[in-house]
């Protein structure tokens, strides 16, 4: 399984930047700003500011964990357990908002875990994962994305 870079997620930023507002993904329901919107969530989840309780446990969790760490990518349109309800409303005024968040939300996590090295932050789907289960679940999730929008 491939370990992605600080360099590398930083050069999705940019390449985010290329986006317009009303562009249209390769596959699923969300518009850009949806996305990085979501892309948000976690990794407000991966740098403290936020916390989630585990939603899968068991058998399902263990089957969750080993595909997070596989080199196996996420299949286009997978549900996602915390859309149950809908792709939620856009929390930001624009698309470029939503990106600077994005960009401050990296950058704190790589703070975050330079200064505590051994914290463990939970993934509402795959639990525990400390700063190198991160940056799997990150690059995994972020590729994911990136091709949806055509940016990869």
Request: proline fraction near 6%.
């Amino acid at each position: 399984m491939q370990v992605e870079s600080k360099a590398f997620f930083l050069s999705c930023i940019d390449r985010m930047r290329s986006m317009d507002e009303d562009q249209r993904p390769i596959w699923g329901s969300m518009s850009p700003q949806h996305m990085v919107e979501h892309i948000v969530g976690s990794w407000r989840i991966s740098n403290g500011r936020a916390r989630v309780e585990l939603l899968i446990k068991g058998e399902e969790l263990t089957k969750r964990r080993d595909f997070l760490f596989s080199d196996d990518p996420y299949e286009r349109n997978i549900p996602n357990p915390t859309f149950s309800k809908g792709v939620p409303p856009l929390r930001k005024a624009s698309l470029a908002s939503a990106i600077d968040q994005l960009e401050d939300e990296m950058i704190t996590f790589f703070a975050h875990h330079e200064a505590h090295p051994d914290a463990i932050e939970m993934h509402p789907v795959f639990g525990e994962l400390d700063y190198q289960g991160w940056l799997i679940f990150q690059g995994k999730h972020m590729k994911h994305h990136m091709m949806q929008f055509g940016l990869l």
